[in-house]
T-cell receptor
Framework: DAKTTQPPSMDCAEGRAANLPCNHSTISGNEYVYWYRQIHSQGPQYIIHGLKNNETNEMASLIITEDRKSSTLILPHATLRDTAVYYCIVRVASGYNTDKLIFGTGTRLQVFP | SQTIHQWPATLVQPVGSPLSLECTVEGTSNPNLYWYRQAAGRGLQLLFYSVGIGQISSEVPQNLSASRPQDRQFILSSKKLLLSDSGFYLC????????????FGEGSWLTVV
């Protein structure tokens, strides 16, 4: 079962920041939060991940709450090419034989002109 | 640099026929390997994952099986395909240490007729 909850869809105007929320209230202390996106049924594209601290790279920023029960992916200046399904995932790695990504249903982000 | 190859990219198979999808990772050793499936209009479902050669974990009981005959090779098989096996199959890999990125291949489209 997915360990994350996301809104099914969101809209964003081109050039504006897109803020995609994710709830992961049952996350454990050693579990990472990952974000991927999928465009037109291509292979999912990695965006960013984090454990406790906020993270930023050339694509996005990840803001994780202090209690780690939720996070927000921020695309600072959305473009039409950012239209995709965005997945927030908790990486389960509880032992030597357990290391997996469980995808939820994701958020379909529509960027409009 | 590391790369992941998955083939065939597209195939159409009759019901009851066998299946073999192959995935190979280059440029790394002892990766974690994953098989996912995405039915039309649905999210990604984890089918199998492996954290080492000869070790396979199954997430969903079905008529599919996976094998890891070599360190960087992951094979998805079926002896008799069902119509419900149609979908988009994705192989993925990671360096295996929690916190490292998981990378996806380009996927294989399977249509069972």
């Amino acid at each position: 079962d997915a360990k994350t909850t996301q809104p099914p869809s969101m809209d964003c105007a081109e050039g504006r920041a897109a803020n995609l929320p994710c709830n992961h209230s049952t996350i454990s202390g050693n579990e990472y939060v990952y974000w991927y996106r999928q465009i037109h049924s291509q292979g999912p594209q990695y965006i960013i991940h984090g454990l406790k601290n906020n993270e930023t790279n050339e694509m996005a920023s990840l803001i994780i709450t202090e209690d780690r029960k939720s996070s927000t992916l921020i695309l600072p200046h959305a473009t039409l090419r950012d239209t995709a399904v965005y997945y927030c995932i908790v990486r389960v790695a509880s032992g030597y034989n357990t290391d997996k990504l469980i995808f939820g249903t994701g958020t379909r982000l529509q960027v409009f002109p | 640099s590391q790369t992941i190859h998955q083939w065939p990219a597209t195939l159409v198979q009759p019901v009851g026929s066998p299946l073999s999808l192959e995935c190979t990772v280059e440029g790394t050793s002892n990766p974690n390997l994953y098989w996912y499936r995405q039915a039309a209009g649905r999210g990604l479902q984890l089918l199998f994952y492996s954290v080492g050669i000869g070790q396979i974990s199954s997430e969903v009981p079905q008529n599919l099986s996976a094998s890891r005959p070599q360190d960087r090779q992951f094979i998805l098989s079926s002896k008799k395909l069902l119509l419900s096996d149609s979908g988009f199959y994705l192989c993925a890999w990671s360096p295996g240490f929690p916190g490292n990125t998981i990378y996806f291949g380009e996927g294989s489209w399977l249509t069972v007729v």
